[in-house]
């Protein structure tokens, strides 16, 4: 991805560019320029402030792309105003197994229920409880892409200071110049997580991964120091995959809670982020900053979707599931589609109303209907 800066503009007459001058817009090859016109003293001034005074040149991150990875993400920039991508988290944490034909994967429980398989899953990668070796959550991730699901993948990082996953962290620590125990924690978690994309990788699997959940969920050990150290951890991790370890088939994804204004406040930049999105919870169905995202959308290419989605709290009463294209259709048409989230079937179409119908539906994009 290439940042949106705009190229620097310099006024002078005669430009140093890559071993070539620029001479009133033409340019002038290096040997022939006219250096006794530059040698006059205001030109000479200028030149030599041309060289000794910094320039913040447009900044360029995770310019290439695997195959895979363009394909899947021009899948993606290419849903929403009527075709709204159905997806589910396959795995949150509690010991949910990656493997999509296992009874507590909730991939194998929608198809149950409904007969369809969703477009979209997620797994988790929990390096907190550890459940599973990571081969299992790697092979779970690699039937997902061979049977023809796009992958999501989550990261839920243990905290680096050695204490709960809820608890307090000094974030700074990861981010110091010189070596120490929380750094050295979080650097060995990230060694770990980037081999297991690197096998990924090697197997042409592309994944839309989300290194951080609920970027402003302060429950959570990495978003307790608020918006600017956790995009600083953010790109911290999104710069060590793809320029230290080379990781190029990520389609990178970035998420905020339902609080309003979180998902412009913790936003790490366009440079970063490919998929951005809101978790939504309880019946309101809701995507505060909408306006703002389809202007990402619309100016920088983003994917916008509802990154977690349930659609009633546990004592509510089992509701329609068609109201979630209702309200796509009515006041969220640019969004890309939605992730139901696992853990309890009130959030999904499990412990709801007409949920073979909600993936039946004409403009809902599952496996079965791409």
């Not at 406040?265 to 309880?282: E, M």
């Not at 309890?344 to 412990?351: A, E, L």
Request: include cysteine.
């Amino acid at each position: 991805m290439k940042s949106g800066l705009s190229p620097v503009r310099m006024t002078l007459h005669y430009q140093h560019s890559l071993g070539d001058t620029l001479q009133r817009g033409k340019r002038v090859p290096w040997g022939q320029v006219p250096w006794g016109r530059v040698a006059h003293p205001t030109g000479f001034l200028l030149l030599l402030a041309f060289f000794l005074v910094p320039v913040a040149w447009p900044q360029v991150v995770c310019e290439s792309r695997t195959p895979e990875g363009e394909k899947v993400l021009g899948y993606l920039k290419g849903l929403g105003n009527g075709r709204y991508m159905f997806g589910q988290m396959a795995t949150w944490v509690h010991n949910e197994n990656p493997d999509m034909d296992h009874p507590s994967n909730w991939l194998k429980k929608v198809y149950d229920h409904t007969g369809k398989m969703p477009r979209y899953g997620c797994v988790t990668y929990d390096f907190d409880d550890d459940p599973f070796p990571d081969s299992a959550w790697n092979n779970g991730v690699k039937e997902m892409w061979d049977r023809g699901l796009i992958v999501g993948v989550f990261t839920f990082y243990a905290n680096p200071s050695g204490r709960s996953w809820n608890g307090p962290v000094d974030i700074d620590r990861i981010l110091a110049a010189g070596d120490n125990p929380t750094k050295k924690n979080f650097y060995k978690q990230m060694d770990r997580m980037a081999g297991n994309l690197q096998w990924l990788k090697e197997q042409g699997i592309a994944v839309v991964y989300t290194p951080f959940v609920e970027s402003d969920d302060r429950n959570k050990w990495h978003a307790k120091e608020g918006p600017e150290n956790i995009i600083k951890l953010y790109r911290v991790v999104h710069d060590y995959f793809t320029k230290d370890k080379g990781l190029d088939n990520i389609i990178w994804a970035y998420h905020t809670t339902a609080n309003y204004g979180a998902l412009e406040k913790y936003y790490p930049g366009d440079a970063y982020v490919d998929v951005l999105g809101k978790s939504a919870y309880g019946t309101g169905l809701n995507f505060s900053e909408y306006t703002w995202g389809v202007e990402k959308k619309k100016t920088a290419g983003k994917v916008i979707w509802w990154s977690e989605l349930g659609i009633r709290g546990r004592s509510d009463p089992p509701r329609d599931c068609l109201d979630v294209v209702r309200k796509l259709e009515a006041s969220y048409p640019e969004l890309a589609g939605f992730v139901f989230w696992s853990d309890n079937g009130h959030y999904n179409v499990i412990g709801n109303d007409n949920g073979p119908e909600l993936m039946a539906h004409a403009k809902i994009v599952t496996l079965e209907a791409k």
